[in-house]
């Protein structure tokens, strides 16, 4: 495992953007898997992007495709989720994610991610 550190969160009005950074520390020589969920307040954890270690594929919910970007600098080991076009609905808590998983596929479940941040709070106003 490793351990994620989230930053960049904050209140934005709809219609804007905020680039969110996850930094990890440990085992970073691992070949890992890194994404971004998110959790509303009475709901369920929810997928949101991930990206294989090379940078080379990245997966979208269809409810932030075209919006939002994720990228990752190895050299730094920190993954990015550039946010545009932000909406009241995009409001939750954002949580960095990782797995060691050579052959991962885009797997959107939260249970087949082994290492998480403290979150942070996103919130878009209308």
């Known amino acids: 495992q490793v351990q994620l550190v989230e930053s960049g969160g904050g209140l934005v009005q709809a219609g804007g953007s905020l680039r969110l950074s996850c930094a990890a520390s440990?085992?970073?020589?691992?070949?890992?898997?890194m994404g971004w969920f998110r959790q509303a307040p009475g709901e369920e954890r929810e997928f949101v992007a991930t990206i294989t270690w090379s940078g080379r594929t990245a997966y979208y919910a269809d409810s932030v495709r075209g919006r939002f970007t994720i990228s990752r600098d190895n050299t730094k080991s920190t993954v990015y989720l550039q946010m545009n076009s932000l909406k009241p609905e995009d409001t939750a808590v954002y949580y960095c994610?990782?797995?060691?998983?050579?052959?991962?596929?885009?797997?959107?479940?939260?249970?087949?991610?082994?290492?998480w941040g403290q979150g942070t709070q996103v919130t878009v106003s209308s």
């Open positions: 994610a990782a797995v060691r998983n050579p052959y991962y596929s885009g797997s959107r479940s939260a249970t087949d991610f082994d290492s």
């Open positions: 440990g085992r970073t020589d691992s070949r890992y898997v």
